[in-house]
């Protein structure tokens, strides 16, 4: 087991970093690849598929794009450098048709369609097609010593994953070959006929000409999307990509990321750490912790009532103040001794807790202190 976090960030050239939203999956992202290229002489990119495109004013930047830009970390002394980028859907899936039609004239088509611009703005899973087209290109480019990855919150971040197998699943899907079926043909056979009868009557003649008109140009696609899909899944099980799981010291972020980390574990991927984001001090937790908040929960409101007789609306005020600060403290204390420590001691993979921090992560150097700041939990027995 490794002892320091950028030690175990450092075993791979590849680091996919996945958790529930809110747990600071962009802010770790951002502080991991900052820290990196602060003590390695490495080219980093830290690249982000969240839509909600954080990692710019995280960065301090103005913008990013699919194209990677550097960042400048003025005052720190990199002994690396740094660039970052995100994925733009509109622009990504723009690039793709460029890519990967087979003339000019099929790439106009599709960029011209309606259903083009419907189906990559809205279709359920554009996103995530086109954010693993972009990554398969940006994680493969050699000129990156370290690639790390922010990954959509975890209830798309296994669409995310599973996204190569279902693209390829398209491309070679009976749907596919039914609406790139010609009206008429000899391939207009008694199975299909209901279909088009149907289709004709509610959509009318000219949107299902339209329609079958696009995805005949589309499927032309398929060959190049589907090789780079391959490549991007073999990335994704290869020994020099790792992912790292990130949750809150307590509540459902914690289950969410074990489901994470099993989940990832039956795809043959590399889980190489759990971070505890957010964590609390330990002062919280020690035995004149308990004691203090056994004598609020036992002792407090008695002595409570007999300070305060006189105004008993006081009394009920500071009473309700202790009995949350009671509830509160024995949440936490029972998410970090059931949730963190009892169920993680069985996951097999290195633990960090990140303290909260006590300055805004407004800048690269609080970002890089955030790191330092890491320290690997012990758990029971440990």
């Not at 962009?26 to 839509?51: F, G, K, Y």
């Not at 994953?161 to 596919?176: C, I, K, M, N, T």
């Not at 140009?217 to 790292?244: C, H, M, N, R, Y």
Request: proline share 6%.
């Amino acid at each position: 087991m490794v002892t320091s976090l950028l030690e175990s960030l450092m075993s791979r050239e590849r680091v996919f970093v996945v958790g529930s939203g809110g747990v600071g999956k962009t802010t770790l992202s951002a502080a991991l690849a900052i820290t990196a290229a602060l003590e390695q002489p490495l080219n980093v990119l830290v690249v982000t598929v969240d839509p909600a495109k954080r990692l710019a004013g995280t960065l301090g930047v103005a913008a990013l794009a699919n194209a990677p830009r550097q960042v400048e970390l003025p005052g720190l002394a990199p002994k690396g450098r740094l660039w970052a980028a995100s994925v733009d859907m509109k622009s990504a899936w723009d690039d793709l048709v460029h890519q990967f039609s087979p003339d000019q004239a099929t790439s106009e088509r599709i960029l011209a369609s309606p259903i083009y611009h419907n189906l990559s703005a809205k279709f359920i899973g554009s996103y995530d097609y086109a954010a693993v087209q972009v990554l398969a290109a940006l994680t493969a480019d050699d000129r990156y010593d370290l690639v790390v990855v922010d990954t959509p919150p975890s209830r798309n971040a296994l669409d995310f994953l599973d996204a190569p197998a279902r693209l390829r699943e398209f491309f070679s899907s009976p749907l596919l070959a039914l609406l790139t079926l010609p009206r008429r043909t000899r391939l207009f056979s008694a199975a299909t006929r209901p279909f088009y009868l149907v289709a004709d009557m509610v959509l009318g003649s000219a949107f299902l000409t339209d329609l079958t008109d696009f995805f005949s140009d589309f499927a032309k696609l398929g060959s190049g999307l589907v090789e780079q899909s391959k490549s991007f899944s073999e990335l994704l099980t290869a020994p020099a990509t790792g992912f790292i799981a990130i949750a809150a010291p307590y509540g459902p972020s914690v289950d969410e990321a074990h489901r994470l980390l099993e989940a990832l574990k039956t795809r043959d991927l590399h889980a190489l750490a759990f971070i505890v984001n957010r964590s609390l001090p330990g002062r919280l937790f020690t035995p004149q912790a308990d004691e203090a908040r056994v004598w609020l929960e036992q002792d407090a409101p008695t002595v409570l009532e007999t300070r305060f007789a006189g105004e008993p609306v006081v009394a009920a005020a500071i009473l309700r103040a202790t009995s949350e600060l009671v509830f509160t403290h024995q949440q936490f204390a029972n998410a970090r001794a059931r949730e963190l420590l009892n169920a993680l001691q069985d996951v097999g993979i290195d633990l960090f807790e990140v303290p909260i921090s006590e300055v805004e992560l407004d800048s690269p150097n609080a970002l890089a202190a955030l790191v330092h700041s890491t320290t690997a939990a012990a758990t029971p027995g440990g």
